[in-house]
């Protein structure tokens, strides 16, 4: 096996429109700076496999095909053997539109940001050389958990804001709190590591670019390993997984050091006595079809007046009726499978939710299995079925631009993901 990592720094002009808030965000101060962090694999046949993570909170549209096309021009590698991941940091590169509340990405500096990200690999691709893969696991725990909340009545709400204590009865969704790392060596020293875990990066704080507790784990393990190590957070399934531990948006001072450094615990950890792969890497890819959901006008009034009653009322309402006037019946999303020996890395779009995520790692056959999500387009949220009940009234199940799939959408996803992982075992 060959392998390489290399880093590229994408910290943008103050001032400009970040996404994720739906209200008009822009930061004005830089607490850790931005990069694009990208490691490539070649398999003892040949095959190359590129990762790369943006510090972002979602990729824009039509990320992957401009990405790949420059990374092939320079590389040859095939646009279907790149995953592109953002780390969901809410306070990252400016590269995705609001519309609904007419705000949108920096053209100018989104240009730059495609070239970079590209460039990143194609780096790290010119780096080649003689390495040995491995993976390990450790822990970080008590810092994630489910916000989504189960009351005494049988509801179930996101994040529980105004909610007595009394009146919680437990979680939705169990987090998981093992940090899956694939460590890379070259004679026998660390020169990089893919890091998987599951929390929402929002811990940081507003009013500043950060790469929130990733970047915090990344300055921690150069600090152990060398100035030259490349930690990649590939973040797992965490569309229901923040780190509020209780009801309220409150958190300890320098919480995202606190996970920063957990996490770089746990991978110091995972290379005690990692599992050596062996030196195959495959991949398979496919663009699959999904049905969006919709309403009537009857309907859509119906729920907009409902909505206004609830938690973010004004805004649910809002971004609904923005949707209706742009409301589309499908969307094509990529799927991804990637196999490095023994391992299989499973990527699908959007913020899966955890059980979502732990439907793929818990029916998978490989021997080590990693789940990543905000990968190569975006599709907002994929819940589970079962979020659509009756009792549920989730945020993350709103009818917007950022959440339209169907109730079955993970379900379709996740069973195609195992497909493709069973088609290159």
């Known amino acids: 096996m060959r392998a390489a990592f290399y880093e590229c720094d994408i910290t943008p002009p103050l001032g400009d429109?970040?996404?994720?808030?739906?209200?008009?965000?822009?930061p004005t101060d830089v607490k850790d700076r931005l990069y694009a962090r990208a490691a490539v694999v070649e398999g003892a046949d040949g095959t190359v496999a590129a990762f790369v993570t943006v510090d972002s909170c979602a990729l824009p549209t039509g990320i992957h095909e401009k990405v790949t096309a420059r990374i092939f021009e320079y590389t040859g590698i095939s646009p279907e053997n790149v995953?592109?991941?953002?780390?969901h940091t809410h306070w990252g590169a400016p590269v995705s539109d609001s519309p609904e509340i007419n705000c949108y990405a920096d053209k100018a500096y989104l240009d730059v940001f495609l070239r970079l990200t590209a460039d990143a690999v194609i780096l790290a691709y010119k780096r080649l050389d003689s390495a040995e893969a491995y993976y390990g696991e450790g822990l970080a725990e008590d810092v994630a958990f489910c916000r989504d909340f189960i009351l005494k009545d049988g509801r179930c709400v996101t994040w529980g804001i105004g909610v007595a204590p009394d009146d919680i009865v437990g979680r939705n969704a169990k987090p998981d709190p093992t940090v899956r790392t694939v460590i890379i060596k070259r004679n026998g020293t660390p020169i990089g590591a893919l890091v998987n875990f599951a929390c929402h990066q929002c811990t940081a704080g507003d009013g500043f670019y950060t790469g929130d507790f990733s970047s915090v784990m990344s300055k921690e393990l150069k600090r152990i390993y060398g100035e030259d190590f490349v930690s990649i957070y590939i973040p797992a399934a965490a569309?229901?997984?923040?780190?509020?531990k209780t009801n309220s948006f409150a958190a300890p001072p320098n919480l995202y050091r606190i996970i920063g450094r957990k996490l770089a615990d746990a991978v110091v950890e995972a290379n005690k006595n990692p599992k050596a792969l062996c030196g195959e890497v495959e991949v398979a890819f496919e663009k699959i079809n999904v049905p969006h959901r919709n309403l009537s006008p009857e309907e859509t009034e119906r729920e907009i007046e409902r909505l206004k009653k609830s938690f973010l009322g004004e805004m649910r309402s809002r971004n609904l009726a923005y949707y209706k006037n742009v409301a589309t019946e499908s969307g094509d999303y990529a799927l991804q499978a990637i196999r490095l020996g023994e391992l299989c890395i499973y990527a699908m779009p959007g913020e899966a939710f955890a059980d979502v995520g732990r439907r793929v790692t818990d029916n998978s056959d490989y021997d080590f299995r990693i789940l990543i999500h905000n990968c190569n387009t975006y599709c907002g949220y994929i819940p589970t079925k079962e979020a659509f009940g009756k009792n549920y009234d989730l945020y993350e199940t709103s009818l917007c631009y950022h959440s339209c799939l169907i109730p079955e959408a993970g379900e379709i996803m996740t069973d195609r993901l195992l497909e493709l992982g069973e088609a290159i075992k």
């Open 17 to 26: 429109f970040v996404w994720g808030h739906y209200h008009d965000a822009r």
């Open 83 to 87: 995953c592109i991941s953002s780390n």
């Open 239 to 244: 569309g229901d997984i923040t780190h509020l």
